[in-house]
T-cell receptor, first 108, second 115 residues
Framework: AQRVTQPEKLLSVFKGAPVELKCNYSYSGSPELFWYVQYSRQRLQLLLRHISRESIKGFTADLNKGETSFHLKKPFAQEEDSAMYYCALRPPGQNFVFGPGTRLSVLP | DGGITQSPKYLFRKEGQNVTLSCEQNLNHDAMYWYRQDPGQGLRLIYYSQIVNDFQKGDIAEGYSVSREKKESFPLTVTSAQKNPTAFYLC??????????????FGSGTRLTVV
């Protein structure tokens, strides 16, 4: 069965420090992977998708099929990055499978 | 307010009662979805609809029902058969193209509490 794990419920880093939010998935085929973000008092929104190979708000994520991972990284965290982050997997033609989420807290 | 509106924001229900959560979008999106969000469990799909007058069960459809009589509207009814209805409910929509690219638009959610 498809599954997404995010091992950290809460991740705290200091402003300016690098941040890595971990995401691992279980799926035998070629998945589509995404990161969604929910800032305080705002709606859940798409942050980035692996197929676009884009950098959004300084965040990047690389799909590692060998390790079945899609970790989200940013070299220098900002306080405004504090939010709830969800990793999501979508098998071709199917619906999303979301991870449990990681709350990122960037301390001043 | 973002094109997709959920109401009410907070809802209290007595045990044994059915309750309906509203989701309306003016984005002309074909597909609509209902998710349940519980702490530590992420989002779980309840029901989804890809076209008017058609919908499919998601992963946790038991105790819920939906209708899609209009493109703009996808109400969710939490029935008395749902054993643990207290949760945060999120509605989302997308075009068929966005469905394949990941660009869902989410509502602001409804928090349902059973008292």
């Amino acid at each position: 069965a498809q599954r997404v794990t995010q091992p950290e419920k809460l991740l705290s880093v200091f402003k300016g420090a690098p941040v890595e939010l971990k995401c691992n998935y279980s799926y035998s085929g070629s998945p589509e992977l995404f990161w969604y973000v929910q800032y305080s008092r705002q709606r859940l929104q798409l942050l980035l998708r692996h197929i676009s190979r884009e950098s959004i708000k300084g965040f990047t994520a690389d799909l590692n099929k060998g390790e079945t991972s899609f970790h989200l990284k940013k070299p220098f965290a900002q306080e405004e990055d504090s939010a709830m982050y969800y990793c999501a997997l979508r098998p071709p033609g199917q619906n999303f499978v979301f991870g449990p989420g990681t709350r990122l807290s960037v301390l001043p | 307010d973002g094109g997709i509106t959920q109401s009410p924001k907070y809802l209290f229900r007595k045990e044994g009662q059915n309750v309906t959560l509203s989701c309306e979008q003016n984005l002309n999106h074909d597909a609509m979805y209902w998710y349940r969000q519980d702490p530590g469990q992420g989002l779980r799909l309840i029901y989804y609809s890809q076209i008017v007058n058609d919908f499919q069960k998601g992963d946790i459809a038991e105790g819920y029902s939906v209708s899609r009589e209009k493109k703009e509207s996808f109400p969710l009814t939490v029935t008395s058969a749902q054993k643990n209805p207290t949760a945060f409910y999120l509605c989302a929509s997308s075009t068929n193209e966005e469905k394949s690219s990941g660009g869902y638009t989410f509502g602001s959610g409804t928090r349902l509490t059973v008292v």
